[in-house]
């Protein structure tokens, strides 16, 4: 077992992850318990995805992958922002979901890549579609620190 940030170091950690992870909840609650989401809503937002905003590589597997088994993806989706949210905040497996926020957020990435259009200025993606790299970064961080702050698993050495 490695040695957990304490401090102020690790009570910023404590907020920053509980924070994400109720953010997730958010996130996973009306995915999962809602049927809107999985049944019209993923299908619009794929359908931008692959029409207008995916790197172009991503599309087929947008196009011919998900969009057949939208409904599944739908609700696979709002799972893993659940599975997300109930790890950051009471601290069980959060490297695990934290690998699971990492390819999540990279995907919705490479989704929404080209979401201020082709031939743009940088500074343009910056608080337009990059929004999930952020994200990204704090998961890395999750991953990276290990249980600490208020971690169930940190007492138990199961993360």
Excluded at 23 to 40: C, L, P, Q, W
Excluded at 100 to 126: C, D
Aim: glycine fraction near 12%.
């Amino acid at each position: 077992m490695t040695k957990q940030p304490d401090g102020i170091l690790g009570k910023a950690l404590l907020v920053a992850r509980v924070g994400v992870g109720i953010f997730f909840i958010f996130f996973g609650e009306y995915k999962v318990f809602g049927s809107e989401f999985a049944h019209t809503g993923f299908t619009h937002y794929l359908e931008g995805f692959i029409q207008q905003t995916a790197v172009g590589f991503y599309r087929p597997v947008l196009s011919h992958v998900i969009l057949p088994h939208v409904v599944f993806f739908g609700y696979l989706v709002g799972v893993v922002e659940l599975f997300i949210g109930v790890s950051l905040i009471f601290g069980v497996f959060v490297r695990v979901a934290s690998v699971a926020g990492m390819l999540h957020m990279v995907s919705l990435t490479l989704a929404t890549w080209w979401g201020p259009g082709h031939s743009v200025p940088a500074w343009r993606y910056f608080g337009a579609e990059l929004d999930h790299v952020p994200l990204l970064f704090l998961f890395m961080i999750f991953y990276a620190a290990g249980p600490t702050g208020w971690w169930l698993t940190a007492r138990r050495g199961l993360d």
